[in-house]
Nanobody, 127 residues
Framework: QVQVVESGGGLVQAGGSLRISCVAS???????MGWFRQAPGKEREFVAG????????YYADSVKGRFTISRDNAKNTVYLQMNSLKPEDTAVYYC?????????????????????WGQGTQVTVSS
């Protein structure tokens, strides 16, 4: 089992920045962590991911150049730094852990690429 707990969401004006965090714990190893988001009436979509051991990162096109995912191995924590926020970034942001070693990056850019999910943290960007 792996538990993931997000924190740091809130309300920010368009053009502003926000950093959200996710702490992972448990008895299983995780090989990648990902951030997803879900806006009202929309499907959950991939935002960013990171391979835990080597720090390789990958992003959705919609956030490239604005969002940065990083991790602190010692704290078992993954961060999502969000800059130049837009109203369309408003969503519940979810953190997820992948406990299978050999999933591809393509697989990890989809909801089926992760096994454990947090409860989410709300990010609201006002115009």
């Amino acid at each position: 089992q792996v538990q993931v707990v997000e924190s740091g969401g809130g309300l920010v004006q368009a053009g502003g920045s926000l950093r959200i965090s996710c702490v992972a714990s448990g008895t299983f190893s995780w090989y990648a962590m990902g951030w997803f988001r879900q806006a009202p009436g929309k499907e959950r979509e991939f935002v960013a991911g990171i391979r835990w051991s080597i720090g390789y990162t990958y992003y959705a096109d919609s956030v490239k150049g604005r969002f940065t995912i990083s991790r602190d191995n010692a704290k078992n924590t993954v961060y999502l730094q969000m800059n130049s926020l837009k109203p369309e970034d408003t969503a519940v942001y979810y953190c997820a852990a992948d406990t299978l070693r050999y999933r591809s990056t393509a697989q990890r850019m989809g909801v089926n690429g992760y096994d454990y999910w947090g409860q989410g943290t709300q990010v609201t960007v006002s115009s």
